[in-house]
């Protein structure tokens, strides 16, 4: 346990080297007009910590950690060739994105998994606009750890009026110190504890040490967390970011409780960051999401010249997107239940586990459970069969004492719930964030018919057994 910490990485000293990067933060313009664009995975060589580090090996699409940014225009068609140079098979998730099952990229689920030199077509029309991400869903723990993924943004018709459009990947990586990754993917702490958390946390890349803005801007800033388990817990020292979108879809613009920006993996958070300060100010962003774990993510640095003297007060509330609303007092209700991972020294006892002890358990791979049941692989009987069209209430019961984002493809959701209190702005997601042994209610309409998988995003349990399949009929 001790090599994954952060603080054991000298990450000041690797931090010194990053300086020089500066400013470069935001995330080229790749329109999808270029009509040759496709998607290669495979092996390459990236600069994520900068010099006197050597580069890292990792494994990316068309070379670069993260891949080529994709942005669109809301209701356009997205065509993306995949052409996998890896030694493995993979897929592409389009995450968070409404679209039809057959494009979804679940290998064996909703598509044969692309063989290496294979190819394999992506096409689909995007019906909301927001913030997503695109990552392998084949082997994800390892693939996503060694850096595939991208982001994938997809612009309002009429969108907000902000200075900047930044949008921020987060990534995390364990690196040793040589800046290669650890290749000790799939182990059985990660998998029973709470997932690769790793030391170096990069933001499009890199790792950072400023950002700089001026006085007087608007920027909108994109979270996306790529990361294969970290949470992210981010407080911006000297600002109030207010939150706009939530996985792309639009809330009511707020304040986050504390003012703490939490994002867990596969999250996406919209923020409008007015900057007010003074010139030649500097601000840090930390992250404290575990206790012990604190760091300094990267420091806002003012010009010394204003970009001008007041910000405008125009307005920052999204148009709102498509979704059906659901009809909670016709919906029906499941109660859908989490056990498992480890507890101090002992195996968490729950539904699906009696009469395993601990060596079954890590002879089988299966640590967590969905309703009794471990899921290894992609293809398996449904746990709920849903009717198109039907308003459903999940009731999320977290038995476990950890954290867990639990996505679902081909939906977003409405969070009605916690411990049985109402959420106050009922956010549309696609991955929300169970705390220990929370119970957390969604509601949505089954719109999208098909095989959908439904899992934690700390990739590490969803491959131990965090997943399953909800069909739409
Ligand atoms: Cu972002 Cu099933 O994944
Ligand atoms: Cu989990």
Same mark, same amino acid.
């Given at each position: ?54 580069? @890292?090996?990792?494994?990316?699409? $068309? ?224 992250? $404290? ?183 739409? @009929?």
């Amino acid at each position: 346990m001790s090599g994954n910490r952060i603080a054991d990485l000298t990450r000041r000293s690797l931090l010194r080297g990053a300086a020089a990067l500066t400013g470069a933060t935001l995330l080229p313009r790749q329109v999808m007009a270029n009509p040759d664009f496709r998607l290669i995975p495979k092996p390459a060589k990236v600069a994520l910590i900068g010099k006197p580090h050597p580069e @890292t090996a990792v494994w990316a699409y $068309n070379e670069l950690v993260p891949g080529p940014p994709i942005r669109v225009q809301q209701g356009d068609r997205l065509k993306v060739p995949v052409e996998n140079q890896l030694a493995e098979e993979t897929t592409v998730h389009f995450h968070g994105i409404r679209l039809p099952n057959a494009m979804d990229g679940v290998p064996h689920l909703t598509q044969t998994p692309i063989a290496p030199g294979g190819e394999f077509v992506y096409e689909f029309t995007v019906p909301d606009a927001g913030t997503y991400w695109y990552h392998p869903h084949q082997r994800s723990a390892e693939q996503v750890g060694r850096g595939l993924c991208g982001a994938l943004i997809v612009e309002e018709r009429e969108p907000i009026r902000v200075d900047r459009d930044v949008a921020w990947l987060l990534q995390d990586w364990r690196l040793q110190p040589d800046a290669q990754i650890r290749n000790d993917f799939g182990n059985m702490h990660d998998m029973a504890h709470n997932g690769r958390v790793g030391n170096t946390v990069t933001i499009n890349g890199n790792v950072r040490d400023t950002f700089a803005v001026r006085s007087g801007e608007r920027i909108r800033l994109r979270l996306i967390n790529g990361a294969n388990a970290r949470v992210f817990g981010l407080s911006f020292a000297g600002h109030r970011p207010r939150v706009i979108a939530l996985d792309g879809q639009p809330v009511e613009p707020h304040e986050p409780s504390d003012g703490r920006v939490v994002l867990a993996p596969g999250m996406r958070m919209d923020l409008i960051l007015d900057m007010a300060a003074n010139l030649g100010e500097r601000f840090q962003v930390v992250d $404290n999401f575990y206790r012990g774990l604190t760091y300094r993510l990267i420091d806002l640095v003012y010009a010394d010249t204003p970009y001008r003297d007041h910000i405008p007060d125009t307005p920052i509330a999204l148009a709102p997107n498509t979704m059906p609303e659901p009809d909670l007092n016709g919906a029906q209700r499941h109660e859908v239940t989490f056990n498992g991972g480890m507890m101090g020294q002992m195996m968490m006892q729950g539904r699906g586990m009696a009469g395993m002890n601990m060596r079954d358990m890590m002879h089988s791979g299966k640590i967590w459970f969905i309703n009794g049941v471990a899921m290894l692989g992609h293809v398996m009987d449904p746990m709920l069969t849903l009717t198109q069209g039907h308003s459903y209430v999940l009731a999320m019961v977290n038995e476990t004492a950890w954290w867990h984002p639990m996505h679902l493809h081909g939906h977003a959701f409405r969070v009605i719930s916690r411990n049985g209190a109402p959420i106050r702005y009922r956010e549309w997601q696609d991955t929300v964030l169970m705390a220990p042994r929370e119970t957390v209610e969604i509601a949505f309409v089954a719109d999208n018919p098909g095989d959908w998988m439904f899992h934690c995003h700390i990739l590490e349990h969803q491959e131990s057994g965090m997943m399953g399949v909800i069909r739409v @009929t």
